[in-house]
C-alpha cells in the first residue's frame, strides 16, 4: 500500500469511527438517552434498574422497554405512586418483596428473585416507589 493510500484509508477509518458516532451522539448530552433525571439519591437505584429489571420491565423513570415483565408504570400507579411519601413507601415495599422473593418463582419464565444483594433492591425499590407512573 502506497503511503497516500494509507493516510487517505487512515482518514476514511476516521471520520467513520470517530467523526460520525460522535455526531450521532453529541446532541443527546446524557449516555443514558430516554431516562429521565432524578435527584441524586436515587441515581443508583435507576442505574441497577437499567442494567438488572429493565430488559423485562418497562419503566418511564428509567427509560427501559422491556416487555418480558408488566409495564411497572401501568401496574404500579395505580397505587398512587409518589403523590405523598407513604404512597411511595407503599410501591417500594411492593417492589422490594418482589425483588426478594420474586414472583411465582417456581416456574421457570417469571420474575426471578434476588437478582440483586439486600443493599441494592433497596435502592431500586426506592426509585421505583418514587418514579412508577411519571410519564
Ligand atoms: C427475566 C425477566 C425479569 C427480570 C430481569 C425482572 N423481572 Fe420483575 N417481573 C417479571 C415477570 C414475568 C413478572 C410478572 C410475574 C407474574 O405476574 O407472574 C414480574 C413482576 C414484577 C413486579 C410486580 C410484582 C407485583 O407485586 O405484582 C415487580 C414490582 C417487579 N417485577 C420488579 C422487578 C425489579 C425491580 C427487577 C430488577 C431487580 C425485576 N423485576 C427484574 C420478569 C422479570
Redesign the pocket.
Known sequence: MSKRTFITFGALLFVLAVVIPWLAFRGSGDANTGAEKVPAHLKTGQA??QT??G???TLYAAGTD?N???D?DE??ATTGQAETPEAAEGVAE??L???KE???SN?P????PA??NSQ??KE??EF?GATAGAG
Open positions: 441497577l434498574f438488572n429489571c430488559t423485562c420491565h422491556g418480558y415483565g408488566p411497572l401496574l404500579l411492593r417492589v418483596n418482589a425483588e420474586g414472583v411465582d416456574t419464565g417469571r420474575m426471578p437478582i440483586l441494592q433492591q431500586v425499590a421505583v
